[in-house]
């Protein structure tokens, strides 16, 4: 029971998003089952930068996509605020990822025929509270590149119209499967930038999922993950920029 309180340790100065206790999840393949997460407990709390780290296979974004709401766990519970998303339903969830969440992922997914603003504007047409297409372009400093198509972009432009997009619904929570894992040092640098952004001007609980150790010393608090659990979670007494990592 000990060991656990250091992964659920409350930070009494921030309200909890999302506590997770005892997240399982099995995948089977015919006679094969996979367990992805082997009781997982986990808090995350308002307007912090948490990065997740661990390698490939270890559970990462298998959590990541319970979180929000992409996935449901086969055992386990998962509270967003007060209300448990591991019982909602496909309609809740759909609201839930509408209303609340934004993605980013390691692949654009930009539709080529559309300039960024456009792109950027398919969120915005369909969210609650959004912000202006321009708005959010310029929070990721794509201000004279919002009328550019994807192909007139680099990969680090393309993500940060990803960023820009995922923001632009105003989501109080903001989820990042690998951001920068296609890009270059100084591509995926601007990326974090962008993130580092939103995260601090605001106040959106960014979780960032990456196996580059490098990027955890921007966080204020690392989850390792290994093997479908949570090994560890270290806190950062002090966040570096962006421009201060080097890998």
Avoid at 101 to 110: E, H, S, T
Avoid at 150 to 172: I, M, T, Y
Wanted: some cysteine; aromatic content about 6%; glycine content about 8%.
């Amino acid at each position: 029971m000990e060991e656990e309180q250091i992964y659920v340790l409350a930070d009494s100065a921030r309200a909890t998003v999302f506590e997770a206790r005892g997240v399982t999840k099995v995948y089977r393949m015919g006679e094969i089952e996979v367990h992805a997460l082997r009781g997982a407990d986990l808090d995350l709390y308002e307007g912090e930068f948490v990065v997740l780290l661990g390698p490939s296979g270890s559970g990462k974004s298998t959590l990541l996509n319970i979180l929000g709401g992409l996935d449901t766990p086969t055992s386990g519970s998962v509270h967003y605020h007060e209300k448990d998303i591991s019982a909602a339903g496909d309609r809740e969830l759909t609201e839930y990822r509408r209303n609340h969440v934004g993605f980013i992922f390691q692949f654009y997914n930009l539709i080529p025929s559309l300039t960024a603003r456009e792109n950027v504007a398919l969120v915005t047409e369909i969210a609650r509270d959004p912000m202006k297409p321009e708005e959010a372009l310029a929070l990721v400093r794509l201000s004279e590149r919002m009328d550019h198509f994807p192909s007139q972009l680099s990969g680090g432009e393309q993500q940060r119209v990803a960023v820009a997009r995922a923001v632009a619904k105003r989501p109080n929570v903001l989820l990042c499967d690998e951001p920068t894992g296609a890009l270059d040092f100084h591509t995926g640098i601007k990326v974090l930038e962008a993130l580092e952004r939103v995260n601090m001007e605001m106040g959106t609980t960014t979780a960032v999922i990456t196996h580059n150790a490098a990027i955890a010393d921007m966080a204020d608090r690392v989850v390792h993950i290994a093997d479908g659990r949570i090994a560890r979670v270290d806190v950062n007494t002090t966040r570096k920029k962006p421009a201060e990592l080097s890998w």
